[in-house]
T-cell receptor
Framework: GAGVSQSPRYKVAKRGRDVALRCDSISGHVTLYWYRQTLGQGSEVLTYSQSDAQRDKSGRPSGRFSAERPERSVSTLKIQRTEQGDSAVYLC?????????????FGPGTRLLVL | GQNIDQPTEMTATEGAIVQINCTYQTSGFNGLFWYQQHAGEAPTFLSYNVLDGLEEKGRFSSFLSRSKGYSYLLLKELQMKDSASYLCAVGDSNYQLIWGAGTKLIIKP
């Protein structure tokens, strides 16, 4: 079956604008994660959700990042008032339950460039 | 705080063996993952360790010592296609993956 997909693959945004990134996870997976990956700094968790309950575990960057889950297998990461420091690859991942010892399946990522 | 350490870059020769180390300090432990990532692509799952010891999968092996907060990924019979970044990640008490910055492995002929 299909894996995790993300759109767009590339996004260029003007500083200060809002952007929305989409993730289509694997059907049946309960938990969906958003990560931000920057060169040389690894990945950080932005947020994750289990089913319909949204939980922001990272607490950072505060305020401007939010995720919505309009459907069970769809999530939209919204970044408000983008800053140049938001330029990164945004990875979406899903797992079956989000329980221990589970593998997360990653999408190809969205490369965001803020000018 | 939570911390994952791994070398930034390593170089090895085609056909040889290389060991990539990872040390971690996290709030809780729910397994250690190794991922391979080629430039411009998403990470690909390689291995998972939750108990101490060595897990072998073909040319790749992964070792874990929970008491030492230490793991390594061992790659044998290196091939040029193994040139990639290797990411160590630990599941914390909330089952979130805490990632290292990755080790860029360069394979030379």
């Amino acid at each position: 079956g299909a894996g995790v997909s993300q759109s767009p693959r590339y996004k260029v945004a003007k500083r200060g604008r809002d952007v929305a990134l989409r993730c289509d996870s694997i059907s049946g997976h309960v938990t969906l994660y958003w990560y931000r990956q920057t060169l040389g700094q690894g990945s950080e968790v932005l947020t994750y959700s289990q089913s319909d309950a949204q939980r922001d575990k990272s607490g950072r960057p505060s305020g401007r990042f939010s995720a919505e889950r309009p459907e069970r297998s769809v999530s939209t990461l919204k970044i408000q008032r983008t800053e140049q420091g938001d330029s990164a690859v945004y990875l979406c991942a899903s797992s079956l339950r989000g329980a221990r010892q589970e593998t997360q399946y990653f999408g190809p990522g969205t490369r965001l460039l803020v000018l | 705080g939570q911390n994952i350490d791994q070398p930034t870059e390593m170089t090895a020769t085609e056909g040889a063996i290389v060991q990539i180390n990872c040390t971690y300090q996290t709030s809780g432990f729910n397994g250690l993952f190794w991922y391979q990532q080629h430039a411009g692509e998403a990470p690909t799952f390689l291995s998972y360790n939750v108990l101490d010891g060595l897990e072998e999968k073909g040319r790749f092996s992964s070792f874990l010592s929970r008491s030492k907060g230490y793991s390594y990924l061992l790659l044998k019979e290196l091939q040029m296609k193994d040139s990639a970044s290797y990411l160590c990640a630990v599941g914390d008490s909330n089952y979130q993956l805490i990632w290292g910055a990755g080790t860029k492995l360069i394979i030379k002929p």
